[in-house]
């Protein structure tokens, strides 16, 4: 290879990545536009009650059944790998604390927002990408609407606050198919079930749980805002853009949970 | 081509040398347009040729890369954000596929502009909102959802939600596209009758339908390849022997314009 063609090789690398670079810092700085935005609008005028009610029924009521489901089954699956890891030293009394403290703290947060992710996160990129590709958010912008103040900040707090609730009732119901499947199935004994769950068990698990599923559900409704904003041409886009939607909150989310458990754990919040 | 006999210092919306590109693709390249006030004025031109960038353009919906925006005496480049809201609420626009919202009624999506700007009585939004359906036709359809609704009724109800908080500006995006004769006459009509109603309101239609543009203009101007190619009255579009305008208006495959 001779210097040239090597220089130029060398040059277009550099270009390449360059542009990769630029590209990411491009639509992270998108996203942390329309995300803050979003988020701050919600505490300057003019508020709407009625958008933030259908979103909070959206998000929240229209997610419950998958949530309880996917919730009980998540509860008894994990229970039956438990219970048989404890019985090989006699142990599965332990089944009981082991899913309420998983499912407490990480599990629940994390399985919630990403059922959730699945259901309404991919929903509000589709409906968002539908008007961004009919002109609605043009007609939006036209009638001095600001799209951003009018579609994401009801549905970024639909996500921060609903999110919670169904993640403290996934972790709810996941205790109950845990209980289901260990004692009537199992012939576990109830009582040392629940009394180990009370021993090990802290309120302070549920209450650290409940604010990472906040911050899932705010990060999956702004992904999903942003996406859906950030669709061009015509179905092909809404489909790419539902799909990136789903994607990219799901590893965000799991990303997330990592640092933040650990994060928790150093400053002693979580032990 | 002559020049435009509108002062841009009194006009609705002025365009001075605004060129605008999606990457490869230059769109505007050197638009002057002056749009008087309280005329109708329509632009003309072939699919491509920038007509509707032009009309996001003048709501601040697209940025230039070059040149002047102005509006009813501001320029959109210098306003901020919340500048630029306050101005569009003079403005009105019909999309070229109305744009109403899907999970809204027709009442719903006439009274968007109101519940979002105007703090009315639920009584005085059900007036406005019958007197404008009523002007355009569809009173009976006050109740249905978007997807019930016809091509033309949806740009009717387009219409009216555009004009029920009395904008300014008019912008309509090709109005007629997609319909039968008799629809687009009677879209062509009903743009007459909202000029002749709202005789201060200034409007830009921008349009390919020759006919609908004779009946409706006060003053026409003709786009190609991202400029103004040709202007004037519609009489003067009519008698013309500019080879362009006469290709165009004729909808001949021969001539300067050429065909893909």
Known sequence: MSAGSLTGFFTGLVEGVGAAVIRVVERFGAFAEIAGRGTWSLFTPPYRPRLILQQLEFVGVQSLSIVLISGFFTGGVFALQAAYGFGLFGAETLTGSTVTLSLSRSLGPVFCSLMVTGRAGSAMAAEIGTMKVTEQIDALEAMAVDPVEYLVSPRVLAGALMVPVLSAMYTGIGMLGAYMVSVPYMGIDGGAFMDRIAWYADPEDLHWGLVKASVYGWVLAAVGCWKGLSVRGGAQGVGQATTQAVVVSSVAILVLDYFFTDLLMKLGLLT | ?260
Do not use: W
């Open chain 2, 1 to 260: 081509m002559s020049e435009s006999p509108f002062d841009p210092q009194d006009a609705a919306v002025v365009f001075e040398g605004v060129y605008k590109a999606f990457g490869a693709h230059k769109v505007l390249q050197g638009l002057d347009l002056v749009v008087p006030k309280g005329k109708c004025t329509v632009i003309i031109g072939r699919s491509g040729t920038g007509k509707s960038v032009t009309l996001k353009h003048a709501m601040g919906l697209i940025k230039p890369d070059a040149g002047r925006v102005v509006v009813l005496g501001k320029e959109l480049g210098k306003l901020k954000r919340d500048e630029l809201q306050r101005l569009r609420l003079r403005f009105g626009m019909v999309f070229q596929n109305a744009a109403l919202f899907d999970s809204l009624s027709v009442y719903e999506n006439v009274a968007f502009p109101l519940r979002e700007h105007e703090k009315l009585s639920e009584a005085e939004t059900l007036s406005r909102v019958e007197a404008v359906l009523a002007q355009v036709g569809l009173s009976f359809a006050i109740q249905k959802m978007p997807s019930e609704l016809s091509g033309g009724m949806r740009k009717r109800v387009g219409l009216a939600r555009a004009i029920i908080h009395t904008p300014d500006i008019l912008l309509y995006d090709e109005p007629t596209t997609g319909l039968d004769p008799i629809l687009t006459a009677q879209i062509d009509q009903l743009i007459a009758e909202t000029q002749q109603n709202h005789p201060g309101m200034s409007s830009v239609v921008v349009s390919h339908d020759m006919k609908g543009a004779f009946l409706v203009a006060d003053y026409i101007y003709m786009l190609h390849q991202g400029k103004v190619v040709a202007q004037g009255e519609p009489e003067h579009f009519k008698t013309t022997d500019d080879p362009l305008v006469r290709q165009f208006v004729e909808g001949r495959l021969d001539g300067p314009i050429g065909v893909e």
